[in-house]
């Protein structure tokens, strides 16, 4: 499998920011290429210049949005999806209905597609995935305490997405 992480290394303001370039290190062999990007364009580049299976977006994110140097991706500029996976560990980049909308876009675009419907912390809460072609299944409500995928959890050092990313739990 091609894996690929992309993080923002433009922010060394924030705890975020500072850890990533540090835990890109220790997962190292987890990923054929490691990029530190300081623009969209060159996030862009990356994801588009090979094949990869899995790509890993590690950067700051409200709902519906993610940015790399306070700049936001647009959906419409990701290459089109080969079947793999785009991942955002971002805060709520796929929430609330901005967020939904963009996961389904890309699934559209042929992407299989995970990310967070809330803010990360520690235990990278509301992890949901939606496939290539489908719709997202989420509800789209931002708030905290009324999501109820907020208790679909991740541990931060775990590189791979568990089954139940992709399915409602019962």
Avoid at 160 to 168: D, G, I, Q, S, V
Wanted: glycine share 10%; proline share 5%; charged share 25%.
């Amino acid at each position: 499998m091609n894996k690929v992480l992309i993080y923002d290394a433009s922010d060394r303001s924030s705890i975020a920011g500072l850890s990533w370039p540090v835990f890109a290190g220790v997962f190292t062999k987890q990923f054929n290429r490691i990029a530190a990007v300081r623009t969209v364009e060159q996030c862009l580049d990356e994801v588009e210049d090979a094949a990869y299976d899995n790509v890993q977006i590690w950067a700051h994110g409200l709902p519906g949005k993610v940015y790399i140097n306070g700049e936001p991706i647009l959906v419409d500029k990701f290459p089109p999806g080969r079947g793999g996976t785009i991942w955002f560990r971002t805060c709520s980049s796929i929430g609330g209905p901005i967020g939904k909308a963009r996961a389904w876009r890309l699934a559209m675009r042929g992407w299989n597609v995970a990310g967070h419907t809330d803010q990360i912390g520690l235990l990278h809460g509301g992890l949901v995935g939606v496939r290539r072609n489908q719709r997202p299944w989420w509800d789209d409500i931002t708030k905290r305490h009324w999501s109820k995928v907020r208790e679909r959890h991740i541990l931060p050092w775990s590189m791979r997405l568990p089954e139940w990313t992709w399915a409602k739990a019962d």
